[in-house]
């Protein structure tokens, strides 16, 4: 029998190769772009940390390997320059899990940045830095990212036992339960860390991925479906046993738009100042061809996927991946309502 532990998250695809995150994340681009004005007006008008300070802070929290993150960063700074109009320096800490590729991100990290860089590895579900330290933190494209699965959901004799499934599925009411609660854990802890590290009028920029209320799913966590699908037809193969996939749940979750505003409105230590969709440029559909949306999703998730059922595996998903995107293509191709990328804007609150 598979030991159930509930998987943890692991870093994005290092490396600059095809497959490597750094060349498969044009969707969070295209989100990073759309972001750009609400940044702007959020530092212009909401952060709150006297009228001279001589240095700012940074933190970029799940900043992956690149380069969307510089792009981020630099939209900050430019902000900054614009409300505060004389010499600042800047530094910015970019945060990710220990074993994200930082040897990539910081060799690609443009000549003419005007920052000093420094990396900082572990969990942002909890604390990462000295107290009242960071000015602005940022993260875009992370914070559906649990600290781990729910452990039930790998229990046999759990109610909430996610047989054959990969994430929830749906309908099943336990499970859904089961991820809920655990991301309702780890976001107050990133908001209690948040709260240590950030200064009283500082702010936290939050840009992701979230259900309209009603929703049971977004076309995001159909897409993670269709790789659990693949898993179980290698399964019935005799590829592995079954139970490896009984066993293993995606460390992930879209909330409802519902459920973050009870999970934000409940915090005292920051106030919610902005909880807006993002509006981002009109963009073809039909451009991202089943290769590349292959790209993107194992990019993001291979690492997870290799610890529990081996290096091998993503090449191996990939063929299977891509056909089975080929005969749902048309669900992922139309306008799509089923999710929301929501810009977040909180305040700290007077300590």
């Known amino acids: 029998m598979v030991e159930s532990t509930g998987a943890e998250a692991y870093p994005m695809q290092g490396g600059d190769g095809t497959s490597s995150y750094a060349k498969n994340s044009a969707y969070q681009k295209w989100v990073v772009d759309g972001a750009k004005p609400m940044i702007l007006d959020a530092i212009a008008r909401h952060l709150d940390v006297g009228s001279g300070p001589s240095k700012i802070v940074i933190a970029d929290l799940g900043c992956s390997t690149g380069?969307?993150?510089?792009?981020?960063?630099?939209?900050?700074i430019e902000a900054l320059e614009l409300?505060?109009?004389?010499?600042?320096?800047?530094?910015?800490?970019?945060?990710?899990?220990?074993?994200?590729?930082?040897?990539?991100?910081f060799k690609t990290i443009p000549r003419a940045a005007r920052y000093y860089a420094a990396g900082v590895p572990g969990s942002f579900h909890g604390r990462l830095f000295p107290e009242s330290?960071?000015?602005?933190?940022?993260?875009?494209?992370?914070?559906?990212?649990?600290?781990?699965?729910p452990l039930e959901i790998s229990d046999p004799n759990s109610p909430a036992w996610n047989k054959g499934r990969i994430l929830w599925p749906g309908?099943?009411?336990e499970v859904i339960k089961s991820y809920l609660s655990q991301y309702t854990k780890d976001m107050e802890s990133f908001l209690s860390a948040r709260a240590k590290e950030v200064f009283s009028g500082g702010l936290v920029m939050i840009s992701f991925n979230v259900r309209p209320n009603g929703a049971l799913h977004t076309s995001q966590s159909a897409l993670y479906n269709l790789i659990g699908a693949c898993l179980m037809d290698m399964a019935s193969e005799g590829a592995f046993a079954e139970e490896k996939v009984d066993s293993f749940n995606l460390p992930i979750y879209f909330p409802t738009i519902g459920e973050l505003e009870g999970i934000l409105n409940k915090n005292d230590f920051f106030s919610v100042e902005k909880l807006e969709p993002i509006e981002k440029a009109p963009v073809d559909m039909g451009a991202f061809?089943?290769?590349?949306?292959?790209?993107a999703v194992l990019a993001a998730l291979g690492a997870t996927i290799e610890e529990q059922f081996g290096r091998d595996i993503v090449e191996n998903l990939r063929p299977r991946f891509i056909k089975k995107l080929?005969?749902?293509?048309?669900?992922?191709?139309?306008?799509?309502d089923s999710y929301i990328d929501l810009f977040i804007l909180l305040k700290r609150k007077d300590c």
């Open 289 to 295: 061809t089943s290769s590349l949306v292959a790209g």
């Open 67 to 76: 380069p969307n993150t510089f792009f981020s960063v630099e939209n900050i």
């Open 171 to 173: 309908k099943e009411e």
């Open 133 to 149: 330290s960071v000015h602005v933190a940022h993260s875009t494209y992370s914070l559906h990212w649990l600290s781990r699965a």
């Open 83 to 105: 409300k505060y109009q004389h010499g600042l320096e800047f530094q910015v800490l970019f945060n990710d899990h220990v074993a994200n590729d930082f040897n990539n991100l």
């Open 326 to 336: 080929e005969q749902y293509g048309h669900t992922f191709s139309k306008k799509d």
